[in-house]
């Protein structure tokens, strides 16, 4: 199966010395949904920020990341050819980034300027075959009736669906979703992260998301990440997590944060991937 997202001997350390990243070695199939947990400050945002290249990992450590096999960065250096590669790639903040004072459909054609000559991304000219796109791709989303409205009018979940049709018109093969629903109500959250299961079967998009809520990502991601203080302690399907794994993973935030997610999706008793089975021994010990 081809290889979405390729990640060897990532680290980062900030500059106040803080250890973000620990020895990071993922890899996503395509059209994978996976998603990336671990307690607040555990490095999810600085994990996918790499991803997209938006910061540079350790230089002077070897480390490479790869998105459909281009290089997205390699020891610690940005690639030339990031804007090439950027291109393919959604990101989904959980903030949205919609310009508040322009329309819908003009953010959503957003995701085109790559495609656009310099000029016309510049005076943001769109021909109507672009505006069909968007309109399409809001119909998508189910919000094709607000397109004419100002961003800043849409309630938080049209404006996270809005920001999710940019991503369809960029035509997005890989989707990395930073805390999407953290800032919406529970259907809102429900409403986002079906149109994101729906991207990813449907178009066989490759989706990453972090997510605070363990029960949405045993829901919907059939593989799931932990991260703890950096380090990756477990990355296997979501149904073999365990509610004294997420113990372990969550400590004193534990019982507010999986009392939905000790709920039946998560099976008692499985065992667990290595991974965890050796952290979580660890973690017993200290
Ligand atoms: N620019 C920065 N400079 C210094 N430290 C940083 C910087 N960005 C992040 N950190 C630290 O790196 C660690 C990981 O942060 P990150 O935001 O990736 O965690 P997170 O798992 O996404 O947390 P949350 O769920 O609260 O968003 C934290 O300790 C954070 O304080």
């Known amino acids: 199966m081809e290889t979405a997202l390729r990640i060897k001997g990532l680290n980062k350390h900030f500059a106040n010395g803080k250890h973000a990243l620990r020895d990071i070695d993922l890899t996503v199939r395509r059209g994978e949904m996976v998603a990336l947990i671990g307690a607040s400050g555990s490095g999810k945002s600085t994990l996918l920020r790499h991803v997209a290249g938006l910061v540079t990992a350790d230089a002077g450590s070897e480390s490479l990341i790869e998105i459909d096999g281009r290089c997205v960065q390699r020891n610690g250096r940005i690639s ?37 000559p310099w000029w016309r991304s510049l005076l943001r000219v769109f021909v109507a075959q672009e505006r069909a796109l968007a309109l399409e791709a809001l119909t998508r989303v189910g919000i094709a ?32 979703a ?28 490759t989706v990453i998301v972090s997510l605070h809520q363990v029960d949405i990502a045993v829901k919907y991601c059939p593989r799931v990440i932990a991260l703890h203080q ?53 973690t017993q010990v200290a």
């Open 80 to 116: 030339s050819d990031i804007r090439a590669v950027r291109a393919h790639v959604g990101f989904v903040f959980q903030q949205f980034n919609l310009v508040a004072r322009l329309p819908v459909l003009m953010n959503v054609m957003v995701g085109l300027v790559h495609r656009m």
């Open 178 to 205: 930073d805390e999407p629903i953290a800032s919406l109500d529970p259907e809102s959250s429900r409403k986002v992260m079906e149109i994101l299961a729906r991207i990813n079967r449907e178009d066989r998009s």
């Open 145 to 176: 009736d607000c397109h004419a409205q100002r961003a800043s009018t849409l309630s938080g979940g049209q404006q996270q669906r809005a920001a999710i049709a940019r991503t369809l018109v960029q035509g997005a093969k890989v989707v990395l």
């Open 230 to 282: 950096g380090k990756v302690v477990f990355d296997g399907p979501s149904a073999t997590l365990t509610p004294a794994l997420l113990r372990d993973l969550y400590g004193v935030q534990a019982d507010e944060i999986l009392a939905p997610a000790m709920a039946p999706n998560v099976p008692p008793q499985t065992a667990p991937q290595p991974a965890m089975a050796g952290w979580a021994a660890q």
